[in-house]
């Protein structure tokens, strides 16, 4: 464990622990989730610490040895540049005009994407789109408010419809696409196919067998990758460069995290540090809600992503041997100085059943001094927005430690696409040795499926009978409803 003084620490020096790589800009400080840091009863013993190193040594070998076998996808996409070339060539040949791209997809499908191209600085918000670049517009939903009002506003001569979805199957999106392919259709006639480009698994599905019908432009989230650990693929590469963004630094940023993540040593491999504090909190000091709390509004729907990549692959009834655990964290999202404001009363004084990661960006992108006034607000003078942002973390991040809650804070020097590309490895691969210490599989979701079901059932889908048959049983038995009026 390095022992590094930081010019900016959220405790005494002496006891700041940092974790710094030589191939990343990132940095892990974790002296605030330690004992000697919150004290005992709110931190981890180093004995804690290490006595858990073995159980990483054996999941970690366990994920490379999957890696290495080409069963688990994600830990090699960062070195791997085909399905940028074909991005770049595919972008290079869109009609004229492409002003507007509206991605249909959900969960890993779509989170990835917007928490890349909005960590890049590129708002998906219409209001503060750049009107130099293209805008991406990502529903994100079946509610149809949004679908409606951005039909309404959108051309099709000038917008390009992605369906993205790994399995095809997934009713959310195939409904919207449908929607939208039919207003492309009355936009554009035979032109339509040119407008509208599906990402989806290669080796089959509806979706691919839509793109083959029609002739379709498609790219490939290959197979040994799941939704949520998909963003380095098309799914996140193809909105990136269609927006103009550095994909290519993206991945550089992740490939060197990658590396880092293969150290076999616990303090020394940041996936693995990061994974390992928020395991044993929650098993040993009760810690089990796991809050991310970036102090950046680009990060916003980057918390977000981690919600659901932390929430879908840790949350498991069964281990991998297959014993009922009913485990995992409950990662909840944040965003510094706003929720100061709204859940801080909360972290700070409410249940001691928390763990908070602040995300610090030392340089922002942008910033505005305040001016000097005198009178009740002469503090201020010629501090800028940016620092007061940063003091309001520190703050935040010493009153949670001086009433013995732990935190840690992701140090990134600015947010640009290298830092954010190793930020999203840096998740990925703490999730899959999260899962490994767990002891379950992060790569399914076999939760999610029953209310798929029932819901395919409701829709008549042919072959869900059964299902339409379950659902009627169900609602009968629970008929009992408390209304008013
Ligand atoms: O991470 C996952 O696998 C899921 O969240 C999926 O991304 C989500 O359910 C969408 O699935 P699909 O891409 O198959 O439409």
């Known amino acids: 464990m390095a022992r590094t003084a930081m010019p900016d620490f959220t405790a005494s020096p002496e006891s700041v622990r940092t974790h710094g790589m030589n191939t990343s800009p990132l940095s892990i400080d974790y002296s605030l989730c330690m004992s000697d840091g919150v004290g005992d009863r709110g931190g981890l013993t180093d004995a804690e610490l290490d006595a858990e190193a073995p159980a990483f040594e054996r999941g970690l070998a366990r994920l490379l040895g999957e890696v290495d076998a080409g069963r688990l996808g994600f830990f090699t996409l960062p070195k791997e ?107 554009l006639a035979e032109k339509a196919s040119e407008h509208l480009v599906v990402i989806t698994d290669p080796e089959g599905g509806s979706l691919h067998d839509l793109a083959e019908a029609e002739g379709l432009e498609a790219f490939s989230i290959p197979s040994n990758v799941g939704g949520r650990f998909s963003v380095f693929t098309p799914v996140g590469l193809l909105p990136a460069r269609l927006l103009g963004l550095d994909a290519s630094g993206l991945l550089d940023g992740a490939a060197a995290m990658a590396e880092a993540c293969r150290v076999p040593t616990l303090r020394d491999n940041p996936a693995g540090l990061l994974a390992t504090l928020h395991v044993l909190h929650q098993r040993l000091r009760g810690h089990g809600i796991h809050v991310l709390m970036p102090y ?32 995992g964290p409950t990662p909840l999202p944040a965003v510094g100085a706003t929720d100061q404001h709204a859940q801080g009363q909360l972290f700070v004084e409410g249940p001691r059943d928390k763990l908070v990661t602040f995300v610090r960006v030392a340089e922002l992108a942008h910033d505005l001094t305040i001016p000097h006034e005198d009178g009740d607000y002469a503090y201020l003078g010629g501090h800028s927005l940016a620092q007061l942002l940063d003091f309001e973390r520190r703050g935040t991040a010493l009153a949670l430690a001086e009433g013995g809650r732990p935190n840690l804070t992701i140090g990134l020097p600015r947010l640009d696409a290298h830092g954010l590309g190793a930020l999203f490895f840096l998740y990925q691969a703490a999730t899959a040795i999260a899962g490994e210490l767990y002891g379950v599989n992060a790569f399914d979701q076999p939760g999610v499926e029953g209310g798929k079901e029932l819901a395919y059932g409701l829709l008549g889908r042919a072959g869900y009978a059964e299902a339409a048959a379950r659902v009627r049983d169900l609602e009968a038995a629970r008929s009992k409803r408390h209304s008013l009026g």
């Open 81 to 187: 540049r085909a399905a940028l070339q074909a991005i770049d060539a595919y972008v290079g040949s869109l009609p004229e005009g492409i002003t507007d791209v509206l991605m249909l997809g959900i969960g890993g499908s779509s989170l990835g994407a917007k928490a890349l191209v909005e960590g890049l600085g590129a708002s998906t918000e219409l209001a503060f789109t750049q009107p130099e670049r293209r805008r991406l517009h990502l529903p994100d939903n079946s509610d149809p408010g949004r679908l409606a009002a951005l039909l309404g506003c959108l051309e099709p001569r000038a917008t390009l419809v992605v369906a993205v979805s790994k399995s095809g199957g997934t009713v959310e999106t195939a409904a919207a696409l449908l929607v939208a392919r039919q207003w492309l259709a009355q936009g």
């Open 296 to 327: 950046a509004d680009a990060l916003r729907p980057f918390a977000a992503w981690y919600v659901q990549l932390w929430a879908e692959s840790l949350g498991k009834r069964l281990d991998r041997r297959g014993r009922i655990v009913e485990s």
